[in-house]
Nanobody, 123 residues
Framework: QVQLVESGGGLVQAEGSLKLSCAAS????????VAWFRQAPGKEREFVAT????????HYEGSVKGRFIISRDNAKNTVYLQMNSLKPEDTATYYC????????????????WGQGTQVTVSS
């Protein structure tokens, strides 16, 4: 198993930036695909971005493409989400998720989840 802890959320003005971190402990982190999801109040959890085990492959949800960058440092057991040009509609709780086999965009496919970190973007 792997344990995930997100950090880096906060309050930021529109057009600002934040960098989220997802720190992992437990089994070999480099064996896991990792994704970021987000959930706004009253809405379903939605896919944001995913990265493969060695960081050579990434995929983004359309509304964040070109603004967000997912990356990982396996030596530090950490995945990052750099968020630029933030918009009020990016306001949500952001979760990282990991799985050794699944690398898609559906939340149920991931077996390991962090507790989430709140991102609030003011207009």
């Amino acid at each position: 198993q792997v344990q995930l802890v997100e950090s880096g959320g906060g309050l930021v003005q529109a057009e600002g930036s934040l960098k989220l971190s997802c720190a992992a402990s437990g089994r070999t982190f480099s064996d896991y695909h990792v994704a970021w999801f987000r959930q706004a109040p009253g809405k379903e959890r939605e896919f944001v971005a995913t990265i493969n085990e060695d960081g050579s492959g990434t995929h983004y949800e359309g509304s964040v493409k070109g603004r967000f960058i997912i990356s990982r440092d396996n030596a530090k057991n950490t995945v990052y989400l750099q968020m630029n040009s933030l918009k009020p509609e990016d306001t949500a709780t952001y979760y990282c998720a990991a799985d050794p086999y699944y690398s898609g965009t559906r939340a149920p496919g991931y077996n390991y989840w962090g507790q989430g970190t709140q991102v609030t973007v003011s207009s």
